[in-house]
Structure formats: structure tokens, C-alpha cells
């Protein structure tokens, strides 16, 4: 088998890829170790840039989103008691918007198999050979054995995926901090009532409340780094989540089945080597951010954008030069959104050994952001997401 991009990993960035590359005429095949189900069931981010949401729809994907996603006129934060409130507009017309990466994960799929593209499920990729400059995927389908040379390779395959492995020194071009604790992330039939919703700072550790719908909520709790959720009932659940969220402001949460739980460790992780020869990485094969800045999927989309411009310039045009800017331009919209997804992480936290000198300090991070004018400024723009590079 041969086609001139071999795409490994069916999230959010390789279908993403796979969409901009065949508005430019160029062929790719997406290849996927998971099943189809588990691919369209698997629920993660949601809460998307201005950019992502107009890239989406630049690329005619966003029919439902426009549909079915919730802007935000504001971000609700609660500490010390009270909840504050900060605007999440700017002067452009830009904000948020809630819509699940899962919804997204199936309009991209869904259009990709309505066009007739390959995108090929329950195919596990074990190796790239041949590079720098003739790569050839080799992956394994239902116990049988495949090879598909590429003119071009997007390693697009995850934080665990094989991609990063296939460029040298990798590691040593690696930087990560890992936190002290992890999410438990839920997601429940139940309403999400506007007065609850928000990011939380309680003793108890940090609470999250978001809506995926008119009667579906997301939610998150800090637990410690090891925690095994069957130690937790739903009960047990809804009353930490009351305790965090609800009882000291007076408010009561609408409880209802919870239909999917995880566990996601907190990590900072960035990969500075993206390119080797005719094999690129993109979203989090090259880094990792922690969930609290909402930002994971959309740097991987900022970064799909540079990426199929490369790959169109050396694939159509016999032009490197865009592939060699490829990292660099990357790199400027990560680091400071990393840098957010973990200063977010700090202010919101418990950590081990904290004292009340730790708290109060946190505090004023949070008075910042929430009351002083450069502050706010500086918490919207964060929040909305940097511009794209330009090559
Ligand atoms: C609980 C949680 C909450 C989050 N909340 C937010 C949020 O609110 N906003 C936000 O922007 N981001 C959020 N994120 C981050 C976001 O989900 C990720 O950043 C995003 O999924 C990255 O997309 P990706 O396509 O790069 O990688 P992935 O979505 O991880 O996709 C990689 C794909 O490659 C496949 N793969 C791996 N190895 C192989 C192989 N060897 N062969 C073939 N295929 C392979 C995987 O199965 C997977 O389908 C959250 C993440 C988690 C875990």
C-alpha cells in the first residue's frame, strides 16, 4: 500500500490533519490501534478556543457544533467562600464555546467515511521505517502484518503513542513536570445549574463544573496521584462533590447517573524535537498539558494548521522551508499555553505539606485575575487562546 501521508493516531489532530490535507488535494490514510466505538465513545476536553471553533467550520465540520455548542459570555471562580465572576469576551467578538471533543472526534470521522477516505480502526502501528526520507508505516490488522509507504509521516498518535520513539534523541529534547495529584473526571445525566458551574479552590482540593449539554454535566475532582476510583461510590461522589462545589455557597447540585469516570495524572510535558526527515509530530504525541487550562485539544489544532501547510509546501511545491520553520512556530504558541495550563494548576490545587501561608497566597493570584484590570486581561487572553504563527 503507498499514499503520500500516512497519518498515525484518530484524535483530535490526526482527523483534524486528514480534513485540511484533502481540502488541499493531497491523499492520507489515518490508521487507529482502537475500535471505531471506543474511538467515537471516548470523552475528554471541551472547551473550545474561537480558533478552534472557526477552523472547524473553515473546514466545513462544524455543522453540529454550530448547532449544539455553548458560548460563554463569562468564567464563574469560587474560592474563600464567595463566587466571582470574570468576563470571557473580547473586544474581537472571541470566547469559548462547550462542546465535547467526542462530538468532534465523530463529525470528523463521520465526514471522513462519507467521502470515501481511509481510515482504517483496529490498526496498531509498531514501527516507521526508512527514515529520514522514504518512510514506510508498518502496523498489525487482526493479527495480520502491513506496510504502507508514505511520502510523509504526521505522528499524531498521543502522549503514549510510538511516533516520538522514532525520533532521536527525543528524550533529551523532552522537558515535564508531573504534579501531585490527579483528576477524576465524571461525566452525569444531570443539569448543570448555572450558579454551580465554574472552577473551584476548597480545602478539599479543587472541583470543576461544566455543562456538555442541556442535561449533561462534566465534572472533576483533585484526588492523589494513585487513586483508584472503585474506592468511591456515586454517592460518595455527589457528597464530595457538594462539599467542594455547592454547601458553603448555599447551592445544591443536581444529581443524576454518572455514565463515564476516569482517572488523568496532572503533567506538563513538551518535546522540543518534532521533526526527523519526512516525519513530523503534532498535538499531544510532542506535548502534554494539564487538563485545568482546557487547552489540550486546542494547541493540537493550532498545531495541525502549521503542519498541513509544511507538508503542502513540500509535497506540492518541493519546498522544505516550511517544514524547517515547522517547530519554531509551533513552539511559540506552546510554551506560554503550557506555561497557563500550569500556572492555572498552581493557583487552583492543594498541595501536599500546603499551609494557609500557601492558600492565601494562591488567594491573591485569584484577586488578580478576578479584580484588577491587567489581571482579568491577562486570565481572558490566556483563556482564549493565543494567536496562530504565521510562516
Ligand atoms: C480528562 C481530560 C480532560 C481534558 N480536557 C480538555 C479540555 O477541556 N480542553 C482541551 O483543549 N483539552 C483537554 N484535554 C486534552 C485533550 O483531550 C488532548 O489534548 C487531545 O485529545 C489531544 O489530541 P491528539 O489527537 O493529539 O491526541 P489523542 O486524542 O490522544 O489521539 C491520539 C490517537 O492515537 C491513537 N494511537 C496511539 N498509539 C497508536 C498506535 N501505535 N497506532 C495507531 N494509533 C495509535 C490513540 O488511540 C488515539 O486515538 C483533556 C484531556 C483529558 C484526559
Excluded at 37 to 62: F, H, N, S
Excluded at 249 to 271: E, H, M, Q, S, W
Excluded at 319 to 324: F, M, T
Excluded at 331 to 355: D, K, N, Y
Amino acid at each position: 500500500m503507498k499514499t503520500q501521508v500516512g497519518i498515525i493516531g484518530a484524535g483530535p489532530a490526526g482527523l483534524l490533519l486528514g480534513r485540511i490535507l484533502q481540502s488541499q488535494g493531497i491523499d492520507a490514510v489515518v490508521l487507529e490501534r482502537r475500535s471505531r466505538d471506543y474511538v467515537l465513545k471516548r470523552i475528554r476536553a471541551g472547551v473550545l478556543e474561537q480558533g478552534t471553533v472557526d477552523t472547524l467550520r473553515e473546514y466545513g465540520v462544524a455543522e453540529r457544533l454550530d448547532r449544539e455548542g455553548l458560548p460563554h459570555t463569562d468564567m464563574k471562580l469560587f474560592w474563600g467562600g464567595r463566587r466571582h465572576s470574570i468576563p470571557m469576551i473580547d473586544e474581537n467578538g472571541r470566547r469559548l464555546t462547550t462542546y465535547g471533543q467526542n462530538k468532534i472526534v465523530e463529525d470528523l470521522v463521520l465526514q471522513r467515511e462519507a467521502d470515501g477516505l481511509p481510515l482504517v480502526f483496529d490498526a496498531e502501528v509498531e514501527a516507521i521505517e526508512g527514515l529520514p526520507d522514504k518512510p514506510v508505516i508498518h502496523y498489525t490488522r487482526n493479527g495480520e502484518k502491513h506496510a504502507l509507504q508514505c511520502d510523509f509521516v504526521a505522528g499524531c498518535d498521543g502522549f503514549l503513542g510510538v511516533s516520538r520513539k522514532h525520533i532521536p534523541d527525543a528524550d533529551a529534547h523532552s522537558y515535564e513536570k508531573v504534579f501531585p495529584f490527579s483528576w477524576f473526571g465524571l461525566l452525569a445525566e444531570a443539569k448543570t445549574s448555572t450558579e454551580t458551574r465554574g472552577f473551584c479552590h476548597s480545602e478539599r482540593g479543587l472541583a470543576v463544573s461544566s455543562s456538555r449539554g442541556p442535561d449533561v454535566s462534566r465534572l472533576y475532582l483533585q484526588v492523589p496521584p494513585d487513586f483508584d476510583m472503585a474506592t468511591m461510590t456515586d454517592d460518595q461522589i455527589w457528597d464530595e462533590l457538594s462539599l467542594r462545589l455547592a454547601n458553603q455557597y448555599g447551592k445544591t447540585l443536581n444529581r443524576g447517573p454518572i455514565v463515564d469516570k476516569a482517572v488523568v495524572r496532572l503533567r506538563g510535558f513538551i518535546c522540543e524535537k518534532m521533526v526527523h526527515g519526512r516525519l513530523a509530530l503534532a498535538g499531544d504525541a510532542c506535548h502534554t498539558v494539564p487538563p485545568s487550562g482546557a487547552k489540550g485539544l486546542n494547541l493540537a489544532v493550532g498545531d495541525v494548521r502549521l503542519l498541513a501547510e509544511a507538508i503542502h509546501a513540500l509535497l506540492v511545491e518541493n519546498d522544505d522551508r516550511k517544514l524547517g520553520r515547522y517547530t519554531e512556530l509551533a513552539l511559540q504558541r506552546i510554551w506560554p499555553t503550557v506555561h497557563w495550563s500550569c500556572t492555572m494548576s498552581e493557583a487552583f490545587h492543594i498541595f501536599p505539606g500546603q499551609t494557609e501561608f500557601d492558600t492565601r497566597r494562591q488567594y491573591e493570584v485569584l484577586n488578580f485575575w478576578a479584580y484588577d484590570a491587567v489581571g482579568q486581561q491577562v486570565f481572558r487572553n490566556s483563556m482564549l487562546g493565543r494567536p496562530y504563527p504565521q510562516y
